[in-house]
């Protein structure tokens, strides 16, 4: 039977006084002050150390009086039996707790002969390395008890200086003597009712609890079948490789970020895949989701003069196309193909996708939002994924933009519901969308996402082709968006066909995208655009069908500001 740690809502101090009842004793106040190359780090909240010769405690100024953010951390180190607690308050109705008597016995360090003089005291200088980080240590024995601001040289006695990598600094700025002191008593007094648990779910509860996530799919299916339902909170579409989820976000600050983690599994598919995640902007008269519900015929048309027609690709008056946070690309097989074996090839079981997508949080923050996945496929056991959002705090000073404007999106993600392939570029006109600003965007910039696809080795997949953009007929950009790094994701690939020159089809350089692997987003610098009407073009030289093959380019942009 597997054994268990977990004793819910345990009392954490019953546990510590049943083993030793520490009482009040006489001991020491330690203030501690933080500093970087010299210079005090601001805002500053002290360290405290209060000990005496049975218990250490560590807390902070504002810990200690009850003003410090959740979360929060103390440590208190039992010198009786030499077992070291660590309690975080995650809210405050809720702490965790975990205890264990092998990290302070586990530290060694290098003693040196080096001496001086901290607060009138005699120190000895100690050093080790953890994680490649040269950590020194001033003690003094003088005043005949142990502890430090950090777990760090808590046996070897009371710790006044810390030094990282010789330009962090954590120094003593004070020492009180204490008549009566019970560090176990103080963390009482500024925590609540806790949950003892092990070590690794103790850590892994404390680093969730400083970020905001947001879960959006869990092991949902995309395949191809006209079985695929949809139910009170996920939505299908397009036989079942489309799957759609509403979303409420809470108001994001100004400065936090904002990230996006999807994870894949083959679920019968052996092939790589198109995917997309997707927002659907619904600030105007017409959105993609009447397409979807409705079909992608009622969706407004683009033409270039190549004689076809393209559903819902650019932005009109009336309609907004889908703004795309993140392209992505399945391998050939994962998990579902792992039985094929190959000599020394372990592979891996799933692939995990992750974008910044902080630029999006003027279309996310305080709204609520359809949120899409697409991976085209014909298969019916098809794929599986995981999706959520995280949000975390920063005190990031970069400019970030506050508007979002989406233009185009050619990938059409209603592939398997009769959208058109983006194959507008065989004319020379390529891709044009004009636009209105009622406003300035100052620090403007496209977000631009391209990758081609079709043929086999003479398309456009397999062959580099340059990306020109346009602003009002003036090229700001171009470049010839390639990957050369595709062998570097083998080990995601097990269903991949290998070749008679001892390469795999997942080795294969490729226009911008890998098996296996999400595409960067390129950011075209602007400048300040005021505010009145603009046309932006994009070209690229698509290559001729071959036979019953074709070339395509899927190419998303959305306009950012300030």
Known sequence: MKKTYTLVLCCFFIIIQAQTTPKATSGYKITYSKSSNGTLVSPQDPILVYTNPNETLVTSEKMNSGKAEFPYEQSLINRTTNKLFQITQLHKNQSVTTADSTTLAKQNFEFLAETKTILGYKCQKVKTIINSNTIELWYTNELKVSGAPTLLGQNIGLVLEMIRNGNFVVTATKIEKLKAVQPSLLLQNTTTKSQLLDGLTYKDLVWKSRFTTLPIFENEIINFSDASQSNDSILRFANGTIILKKVTFPIVSKSDL???DLIEQSNGDAYDRTGSVFLIPQDKKQSFLDGLEKGSQTLPIYENGNGKKY??????????????????????????????????????????????????????????????????????????????????????????PNYCLPLFNTTNVMEMAGQEYATLFNHEKGLEVTFTLDKEFKNAKLRYITTGHGGWENGDEFVPKKNTILLNGKEVFSFIPWRQDCGAYRLFNPAS???????????????????????????????DLQAGTYTIQVIIPQGAPEGGSFSAWNVSGVLFGE
């Open 497 to 527: 066909g290998n070749f008679n020159d001892g390469l795999s089809s997942s080795d294969l350089s490729r226009s911008n995208w890998c098996p296996g692997t999400a595409t960067q987003p390129v950011d075209i610098a602007l400048g």
């Open 311 to 400: 559903q819902g690709i650019v932005a009109t008056s009336e309609y907004a196309p889908l703004i795309e946070l993140m392209r992505f690309f399945t391998p050939f097989g994962i998990k579902q193909y792992n039985y094929i074996q190959l000599k020394d090839k372990v592979w891996h079981d799933k692939v995990p996708y992750r974008m910044d997508i902080t630029d999006f949080k003027s279309a996310l923050s305080g709204k609520t939002v359809y949120i899409g996945t697409f991976i085209g496929n014909y298969d019916k056991g098809g794929h599986k994924i995981s999706m959520h959002v995280t949000i975390h705090p920063s005190e990031s000073k970069l400019p970030q």
């Open 258 to 260: 904002i990230f996006l």
